[in-house]
């Protein structure tokens, strides 16, 4: 049974920076098509990123040149780093496997 754990949220000043963590257990990671997506209050979940089982990212027009997605097949952990935060990147943020499973997701606030 696949399993995400997302960490790292937090609070964090305009303009700062904070990278996620997703824990992935239950398949092999490097064989998975994986996601970050966010849902801020009162709006629909949207995606953020996406990385192929080829490695090969994709990015929401808001968020690129401004987060990265990666992977650490070994350790079975999926990133976000996301710098030049703004405001309205203020969301629960989840992790995504294979488009079908969900992470319980994990609050980034961006906020001075």
């Known amino acids: 049974q696949v399993q995400l754990v997302e960490s790292g949220g937090g609070l964090v000043q305009p303009g700062g920076s904070l990278r996620l963590s997703c824990a992935v257990s239950?398949?092999?990671?490097?064989?998975?098509?994986m996601g970050w997506y966010r849902q801020a209050p009162g709006k629909q979940r949207e995606l953020v990123a996406t990385?192929?089982?080829?490695?090969?990212?994709n990015f929401a027009d808001s968020v690129k040149g401004r987060f990265t997605i990666s992977r650490d097949n070994a350790k079975r952990l999926l990133y976000l780093q996301m710098d030049s935060l703004n405001p309205q990147d203020t969301a629960v943020y989840y992790c995504n496997w294979e488009s079908r499973i969900w992470g319980q997701g994990t609050q980034v606030t961006v906020s001075s």
């Open positions: 239950g398949t092999t990671l490097q064989l998975s098509a």
């Open positions: 990385i192929t089982r080829r490695g090969i990212a």
